[in-house]
């Protein structure tokens, strides 16, 4: 049985924690952590670029499917953070190795954009168009998502009843800048299974089980040495607790002290940082102006 901790208002900035000293290897979630939109976060390239002098091992992960990793490692190369594409993980990498491995030469709905259909063509998933073809639906975000869309999902799960449902990410919003954000994948499963009363089977983003181990495969460290730096309690620390590796939640998107505060002591994240900036000490003073 957990407990809850109340922590006052006053009090909250005592949640407020960071690491005397570098980890082996740092994960980081992308928008909301390192950037957010097509701007870096303070500090950002100069932490990066601190740790990999330390020798840290450094890893971008996201939940994003509109991007591929190629994507990915050109946007964070031109906004100052010199990156391959070896170090990048997202969906469209654990969605194409779900299905190799879990329905080998399947016909595959999918409901996402052209990066994510781009990504599975090209590691030889067989993407279809007519339900009567359709083994599993991919529910991804998705902002070309209507009715027809939604009819194929139908026939294939309900009518036909051959089908599998997955989905890329869990995500119920992706958060825009300006404190805006857009409905997410959850958004489009939660209409599919409404309809159909079919069960999404597996979930390819943070925190599942499948995103966990390409994060440790590409890190090739013992998890205890490294920590998972996000922005969203439900996807990056639940991920990393999940895994048994510290984590860092950064204030600069989706969650709040406020937020940390009402979850039981134990579900709480190793650290708390104003921004990713604050994970190596010798940072902070520049990053956020001397404070």
């Known amino acids: 049985m957990t407990t809850t901790t109340t922590v006052a208002p006053a009090d909250l900035e005592a949640l407020l924690r960071r690491p005397d000293d570098a980890y082996d290897g740092c994960v980081f979630?992308?928008?909301?952590?390192?950037?957010?939109?097509?701007?870096?976060?303070?500090?950002?390239?100069?932490?990066?670029?601190?740790l990999r002098e330390r020798g840290s091992k450094t890893v971008f992960l996201s939940n994003n499917p509109t991007r591929d990793p190629v994507m990915y490692a050109e946007k964070l190369t031109r906004l100052g953070i010199p990156t391959s594409v070896e170090e990048v993980l997202n969906p469209l990498v654990t969605t194409a190795a779900w299905l190799a491995a879990n329905a080998p030469g399947a016909g595959v709905f999918v409901i996402g954009e052209e990066p994510l259909r781009r990504h599975l063509a090209a590691t030889g998933v067989r993407l279809v168009e007519r339900a009567e073809e359709t083994d599993v639906v991919v529910a991804s975000?998705?902002?070309?998502?209507?009715?027809?869309?939604?009819?194929?999902?139908?026939?294939?799960?309900?009518?036909?009843?051959?089908?599998?449902?997955i989905t890329t990410n869990p995500d119920r919003f992706c958060p825009m800048p300006g404190g805006r954000g857009e409905p997410d994948a959850a958004a489009v499963v939660a209409a599919i299974e409404a309809c159909t009363g079919a069960r999404c089977e597996a979930n390819?983003?943070?925190?599942?089980?499948?995103?966990?181990?390409?994060?440790?495969?590409?890190?090739?460290?013992?998890?205890?040495?490294?920590?998972?730096?996000?922005?969203?309690?439900?996807?990056?620390?639940?991920?990393?607790?999940?895994?048994?590796?510290?984590?860092?939640?950064?204030?600069?998107?989706?969650?709040?002290?406020?937020?940390?505060?009402?979850?039981?002591?134990?579900?709480?994240?190793?650290?708390?940082?104003?921004?990713?900036?604050?994970?190596?000490?010798?940072l902070v003073a520049g990053a956020s102006g001397g404070r």
């Open 29 to 50: 979630d992308l928008d909301g952590t390192l950037y957010l939109g097509d701007a870096l976060l303070p500090g950002s390239a100069e932490l990066v670029a601190a």
């Open 141 to 165: 975000y998705d902002r070309g998502f209507d009715y027809a869309k939604l009819q194929t999902a139908f026939d294939a799960l309900w009518f036909h009843r051959r089908a599998r449902l």
């Open 204 to 282: 390819l983003g943070k925190p599942a089980a499948s995103m966990l181990e390409a994060v440790r495969d590409l890190l090739g460290l013992p998890l205890e040495r490294c920590i998972m730096v996000g922005d969203r309690l439900s996807t990056d620390i639940a991920m990393a607790q999940a895994a048994g590796m510290d984590s860092a939640l950064v204030l600069t998107g989706e969650n709040t002290l406020a937020d940390v505060a009402a979850l039981p002591v134990e579900q709480r994240p190793t650290w708390v940082l104003r921004g990713a900036f604050e994970l190596l000490p010798d």
